[in-house]
């Protein structure tokens, strides 16, 4: 009965870190989908008409890098946590995109762009909130 005490302690504790790993990897992906999908929601509302990330994409001229940026590290976030690999640096990155989209936004309109957001606009950075906060927990 001891033997199997001992045999099971050690399991034991190589599993634990590496479940808690894996939690954090599905909840980085869990929301690397939600800064992707936000891509393709409507961020903005104006006089009725709807325009979504992609849509900013093609009117923005020179900026559309930054809009590009936001599915292009969701995607690489998403991948980094189904390998559970380069998480520290992935998750950041994506959760940041979304965050730095409103900055520019509010910065190039110079007028209170909060009021005309819309529900993609609010998914994309809360779910980049939520990676940078998750990224920081990741060991």
């Avoid at 409507?42 to 940026?69: E, I, N, R």
Wanted: aromatic fraction near 12%.
């Amino acid at each position: 009965m001891p033997d199997q005490i001992v045999e099971n302690s050690p399991s034991h504790r190589q599993t634990a870190p590496n479940s808690v790993a894996s939690t954090h990897a599905q909840i980085v992906g869990l929301f690397a989908v939600g800064v992707i999908a936000s891509f393709f929601l409507p961020w903005l509302t104006l006089f009725g008409f709807k325009a979504s990330g992609f849509d900013l994409v093609q009117k923005t001229g020179g900026m559309s890098v930054l809009f590009w940026a936001i599915p292009f590290f969701g995607l690489v976030a998403l991948v980094a946590s189904i390998t559970k690999s380069n998480l520290k640096v992935a998750a950041p990155l994506a959760g940041i995109m979304p965050i730095l989209a409103l900055c520019y936004g509010l910065y190039d309109t110079g007028t209170d762009i909060t009021q005309i957001l819309d529900f993609g606009a609010y998914v994309g950075i809360g779910s980049g909130i939520a990676m940078l906060v998750f990224a920081l927990r990741i060991k």
